[in-house]
């Protein structure tokens, strides 16, 4: 699939890549926003979290944030994803950003 996450899932192009296992990957942004922001992903193509993730995959998603943050060294961290165009999806395989290292204020809507 002509998909950037999909090529760095396929280590087909680089990546600062800090967890993976066989289901998840995470790497640091390539334009990060904060000292710490890394890009989390399922190695499986989804869109976003508009589909339907397996079990597993969902499961593996949640494990990696953990993994990843400890990898990092990090303890207090925001999970920022977005879903659709409108919502600032600039790139359609579903990710999760992972950020910290900042004074975060608290989120709003
Ligand atoms: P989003 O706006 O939520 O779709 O975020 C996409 C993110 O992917 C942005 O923060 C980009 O900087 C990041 N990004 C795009 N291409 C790459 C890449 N090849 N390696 C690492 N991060 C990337
Ligand atoms: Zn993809």
């Not at 400890?70 to 990710?95: D, M, P, T, W």
Request: charged share 25%; with cysteine; aromatic share 6%.
């Amino acid at each position: 699939m002509d998909c950037v996450f999909c090529k760095i899932a396929r280590g087909e192009i680089p990546a600062r890549v800090v967890y993976e296992d066989d289901k998840v990957i995470s790497f640091h942004d390539i334009n990060p926003k904060a000292p710490v922001h890394v890009l989390l992903i399922p190695k499986m193509h989804v869109e976003n979290l508009k589909e339907e993730i397996p079990a597993d995959v969902s499961y593996a998603l949640i494990r990696g944030i953990r993994e990843t943050v400890k990898r990092l060294g990090v303890s207090e961290y925001r999970i920022i994803s977005n879903n659709g165009r409108g919502a600032g999806q600039e790139v359609f395989h579903l990710h999760f950003h992972i950020v910290a290292g900042i004074e975060i204020p608290p989120a709003t809507v």
